[in-house]
């Protein structure tokens, strides 16, 4: 079975501070990876995908994750975080071959940027 | 843009009503989900459907039902509501099987007492 697994569940950090925020899973089969966001009083948003191609991948509000195969990983990153960066962030992981979509999910990290 | 639009964002209920939780989505998608979500524990799947009529239990399926009649609408079912299903209940919807984004509505925050 798979697994998801965020190692921090709060992370408080300054603005214009980088941030990581962690994301291990277990699978014996070849994954997709997803990140997602949760504004306050909001649903979830997608906030970048590795599908397949170059292991780095990048939003369009400069988060960056990087897919690691041999150490099971897909940390969020970025280099300076504003204000309105403070959400919860959710990893989520797919079997490749799935034919449903179906998405595990995370425990959830919630970023709070402070000014 | 797709929208999803979940039919009441605070509902507050007593033990053994029984619910129903709807969610709308606008952009023809096939496949559509229920979660619920609590503190530390991320989100978990409830059920999901891929087809009109058609429904898969998802991880935690206990005490729940669902309805798919129309495409665009998926209702769930708490059919004797109990204190320990008071969560954030999100709906999402995707485009059909094998794509994997999935379009979140704003939540139902259900409170059982």
């Known amino acids: 079975a798979q697994s998801v697994t965020q190692l921090d569940s709060q992370v408080p950090v300054f603005e214009e501070a980088p941030v990581e925020l962690r994301c291990n899973y277990s699978?014996?089969?070849?994954?997709?990876l997803f990140w997602y966001v949760q504004y306050p009083n909001q649903g979830l948003q997608l906030l970048l995908k590795?599908?397949?191609?170059?292991?780095l991948v990048e939003s369009i509000n400069g988060f960056e994750a990087e897919f690691n195969k041999s150490q099971t990983s897909f940390h969020l990153r970025k280099p300076s975080v504003h204000i309105s960066d403070t959400a919860e962030y959710f990893c989520?992981?797919?079997?490749?071959?799935?034919?449903?979509?179906?998405?595990?999910f995370g425990q959830g990290t919630t970023l709070q940027v402070k000014p | 843009d797709v929208k999803v639009t979940q039919s009441s964002r605070y509902l507050v209920k007593r033990t053994g009503e029984k619910v129903f939780l709807e969610c709308v989505q606008d952009?023809?998608?096939?496949?559509m989900f229920w979660y619920r979500q609590d503190p530390g524990l991320g989100l978990r799947l409830i059920y999901f459907?891929?087809?009109?009529?058609?429904?898969e239990k998802g991880d935690i399926p206990e005490g729940y039902s669902v309805s798919r009649e129309k495409k665009e609408r998926f209702s769930l079912i708490l059919e004797s509501a109990s204190t320990n299903q008071t969560s954030m209940y999100l709906c999402?919807?995707?485009?059909?099987?094998?794509?994997?984004?999935?379009?979140f509505g704003p939540g139902t925050r259900l409170t059982v007492t």
């Open positions: 999402a919807s995707s485009l059909r099987l094998g794509n994997y984004e999935q379009y």
């Open positions: 952009m023809d998608h096939e496949n």
């Open positions: 699978s014996s089969v070849s994954v997709y």
């Open positions: 459907s891929y087809d009109v009529k058609m429904k």
């Open positions: 590795y599908l397949s191609g170059s292991t």
């Open positions: 989520a992981v797919s079997k490749s071959s799935s034919n449903t979509g179906k998405l595990i």
